[in-house]
Each structure stands twice: as structure tokens, then as C-alpha cells.
């Protein structure tokens, strides 16, 4: 069955230190988005993808970076982990055909809870 | 700008009661809804969605929900809870351009 796969799943790590998450999909769609998920903040759009070498900022994207070198993959980096960064990452992909009836539907992986020190 | 309000933080029923969570939008144009569940420790899972046509849309797991275009509210029910049900639920929009805007989220405890 296709799916979405994060990892690590935790991740511990300490202040000003490179830290990259994975995001793997095996339903071979074209866009994919990073989530963080804070107590209060519900679910906020860090970075999101529509294609292949195609990268957006979204709305809390200052200190993370993203890079699209092929379908199924979208690594998240945190150039230099801060505490503000301790938080759940999730990972999401959806299918941009136009003949659906509804787009924007998207199918999330497990997360990654992260802890920066 | 758009957004998705969830009015409720928490809420509190008895199992076997009936259920509403809320959920308003304010979109330029009627958006693309949905209601996501989120299990502890697990991702989210679409519980239903609405595009158009029929007001009352049915999901998985004996959910519901109705959009209201006068009150730009689409709130989920269940008539009968589960002590499974206990998780956050997430009501989001989105307008066709791919990206969802996500409320922040309802957390549900279910008592015995």
C-alpha cells in the first residue's frame, strides 16, 4: 500500500546544530507540504512543494530550508536548531489532479517529535 | 485573509452521548472543508470533506457533518460517542490551490 514516512520519529538534539527530517511517499504526488504542530498553534505550513525542484515558502518558514530533487522525497532542514524549533513535524502529501472533485485533500505521515536543548 | 476559527479547546462528554465540535470559516468563497482526526501520537486522519452539493456529509467512523453557508460554520456530530473517539480533531479549508489552512485544533475526552 502506498504511504507517507517520516524519520526520525524522535529526535533530540542541541542549540545551533544542523538537523535534517525526512519525508518519503510512495503515492507519487506531486505535492507535499511540512507541517509543525504547537499546543495552541494547531497545525502551521512551514514549507510545501508542487513538483520536482519546485519549493514555497509557508507561513512560519524562517529558520528552516527544503529541497525537491525528486518526487517522492521533501527533506526538512533546520539550518541552526533553536529552542523555538522544539516541536511534532508533520510531513503531507496531496495529488493536484485537476479532474478530482475535491483537491487539497492530504494524507499525513506519523510525525517527528523534535527537542531542541 | 483566510481562516479557520475552532471555537472549543476542549470538550468533554460521556460516552455514549451525542457530539458536535465546531468549526467557522471566513473564505472570500465557499471553500474546500474538512475534518481531520489526530490519535496520540499518530498523524492525522480525514474524517470527511465537503466540495459542494449536499449540505450534510457523512464520514468514517459514524461521523457527520453539516456546512452552513449562512453561519460559514461546519461543524462535525456523532450521535452516540466512543471511549475510541478520544482524540484532537482539526476542522482546515482549503481553496483549491493545494494548501489547507488548519484550525487549531479540538481536543475530546471521553468520560465513562
Known amino acids: 500500500d502506498a504511504e507517507i514516512t517520516q524519520s526520525p520519529r524522535h529526535k533530540i538534539t542541541e542549540t545551533g546544530r544542523q538537523v535534517t527530517l525526512a519525508c518519503h511517499q510512495t503515492?507519487?504526488?506531486?505535492?507535499m507540504f511540512w507541517y509543525r504542530q504547537d499546543l495552541g498553534h494547531g497545525l502551521r505550513l512551514i514549507h510545501y512543494s508542487y513538483g520536482v525542484q519546485d519549493t514555497n515558502k509557508g507561513e512560519v518558514s524562517d529558520g528552516y530550508s527544503v529541497s525537491r530533487s525528486n518526487t517522492e522525497d521533501l527533506p526538512l532542514t533546520l539550518e541552526s536548531a533553536a529552542s523555538s524549533q522544539t516541536s511534532v513535524y508533520f510531513c503531507?502529501?496531496?495529488?493536484?489532479?485537476?479532474?478530482?472533485?475535491?483537491?487539497?485533500?492530504?494524507?499525513f505521515g506519523p510525525g517527528t517529535r523534535l527537542t531542541v536543548l | 485573509a483566510q481562516s479557520v476559527t475552532q471555537p472549543d479547546i476542549h470538550i468533554t462528554v460521556s460516552e455514549g452521548a451525542s457530539l458536535e465540535l465546531r468549526c467557522n470559516y471566513s473564505?472570500?468563497?465557499?471553500?474546500?472543508l474538512f475534518w481531520y482526526v489526530q490519535s496520540p501520537g499518530q498523524g492525522l486522519q480525514l474524517l470527511l470533506k465537503y466540495f459542494s452539493g449536499d449540505t450534510l456529509v457523512q464520514g468514517i467512523k459514524g461521523f457527520e457533518a453539516e456546512f452552513k453557508r449562512s453561519q460559514s460554520s461546519f461543524n462535525l456530530r456523532k450521535p452516540s460517542v466512543h471511549w475510541s473517539d478520544a482524540a484532537e480533531y482539526f476542522c482546515a479549508g482549503g481553496r483549491g490551490n493545494e494548501k489547507l489552512t488548519f484550525g487549531t485544533g479540538t481536543r475530546l475526552t471521553i468520560i465513562p
Open positions: 503515492w507519487n504526488h506531486n505535492n
Open positions: 503531507a502529501s496531496s495529488e493536484p489532479d485537476q479532474e478530482r472533485e475535491v483537491r487539497d485533500e492530504q494524507f
Open positions: 473564505y472570500g468563497a465557499t471553500p474546500y
